[in-house]
């Protein structure tokens, strides 16, 4: 069952089988799908399987251009692992004026026409190798494209004043999870994970008291990865840029809110009822969403700092800049203080210049891979907060990336 997160209401204010080989019949594909068995514990082994998209019927789960939206499903692997979920909520910026949303059309960020046919394997939470997901690699695998760059939360149908385009990422995810229930048993799902990159990792903010309510009898947690975000207060010294992707200030968020009709955490809103808007961030919506979640957010988010708070990377390590970013990095440990404090949540945070980066080899805190704590977390319920304190971009295995 769900743990309680209630010390977040206190902590703000605001086979064994040889081998098998499956034969698709009618298609020229062919691929080879061993199976091991170690007591309990499957062992997904070869070159993995081919999982088609799924177009999703609701008449509301459209993409901005008003193509269907989908999901990717590869079915849990023996009676076990059928009611075990992870689902992924896949990442790709956000739109909130007309020139830039109309710009993604042409491609998988804004139409299903460009969505690939098949995917052969999920990546993260959802890796089929077993080396590299040893926990969940055995689960179902749910993968949402992101076409309707809303952060997830739309429920806007085409009008003039959304220039002709649907804003409809809450009735995809809701769309998705009725095949789930309707397809796959998800009503009798005993566990249930919830991640996202990007802005699929602000996305699964909104839905997680959503999945909790619809499961009561389900372990339900988070897993946001680059998701955890508080408003942009953008530099604006000698060199500064301008947002290169939504403007994430604080007088912003108003019009996102109102231009997508979003759907935010109904307690986050509940608290407060006159600016809901501020429930589009974890900043804020934290406090009120009474599901564990494991964080895992990088020190200085590169994508964070050198598009929303218009940074200029030629010039990042020059003094105004490093200031700066000793800043956001004190505001990044200020924002995840509550996580650590509380008593079901962890937190993985390197001191690394990176976005998503994240694999399971590296960024390493203490040994640990973002991958391997969450596993440790996940499978002891004990909390493991793993954050750098070696200062700024100082840890030597982060992904490299051009200063």
């Not at 177009?55 to 059928?82: H, P």
């Not at 009561?216 to 408003?231: C, D, E, K, Q, S």
């Not at 403007?247 to 979003?262: C, I, K, M, T, V």
Request: hydrophobic share 35%.
């Amino acid at each position: 069952s769900n743990s309680s997160n209630s010390s977040k209401f206190h902590s703000s204010p605001s086979s064994t089988f040889s081998s098998m080989k499956r034969m698709l019949f009618g298609s020229i594909v062919v691929f080879v799908f061993f199976v091991l068995v170690h007591g309990d514990r499957f062992v997904l082994q070869g070159n993995g399987e081919n999982v088609p998209l799924t177009l999703l019927t609701d008449s509301l789960a459209k993409c901005m251009d008003g193509t269907q939206s989908g999901y990717y499903l590869r079915e849990g692997i023996g009676s076990k692992n059928a009611t075990k979920f992870v689902i992924n909520l896949q990442g790709g910026g956000e739109c909130a004026k007309e020139d830039s949303c109309k710009s993604k059309l042409k491609s998988s960020l804004g139409s299903s026409n460009y969505f690939p046919k098949s995917m052969s394997n999920f990546g993260g939470y959802l890796d089929f190798n077993c080396d590299n997901n040893p926990v969940m690699c055995g689960w179902s695998l749910v993968n949402i494209p992101y076409c309707s760059q809303d952060l997830h939360s739309g429920r806007a149908t085409a009008s003039d004043s959304t220039w002709g385009l649907y804003f409809s990422g809450q009735h995809i995810f809701h769309a998705m999870v009725e095949e789930l229930i309707q397809k796959y048993s998800f009503s009798n799902a005993s566990e249930v994970i919830l991640t996202g990159e990007s802005a699929g990792g602000i996305g699964i903010w909104y839905h997680l008291t959503f999945l909790k309510n619809l499961l009561p009898n389900a372990r339900v947690v988070g897993a946001p990865i680059a998701g955890f975000y508080f408003p942009a207060y953008p530099y604006t010294g000698v060199n500064h840029t301008s947002s290169g992707l939504a403007d994430f200030r604080p007088q912003a968020w108003e019009g996102h809110y109102n231009l997508w009709n979003s759907s935010v955490d109904e307690n986050c809103k509940q608290a407060h009822p006159e600016e809901p808007w501020v429930c589009m961030l974890s900043n804020t919506s934290y406090y009120y969403i009474d599901v564990p979640v494991f964080i895992t957010e990088a020190q200085t988010d590169q994508v964070v700092i050198l598009y929303h708070d218009w940074i200029p990377q030629p010039y990042l390590l020059e003094a105004p800049e490093m200031a700066y970013l000793e800043a956001w990095h004190g505001n990044m440990t200020q924002a995840l203080s509550s996580a650590v404090r509380s008593s079901t949540d962890s937190v993985f945070n390197p001191a690394c210049f990176i976005h998503t980066d994240f694999y399971p080899d590296h960024p390493l805190i203490k040994g640990y891979s973002y991958i391997a704590a969450f596993n440790e977390w996940y499978t002891t319920g004990q909390k493991l907060d793993l954050m750098d304190d070696c200062g700024i971009m100082c840890n030597p295995t982060c992904a490299s990336s051009s200063l």
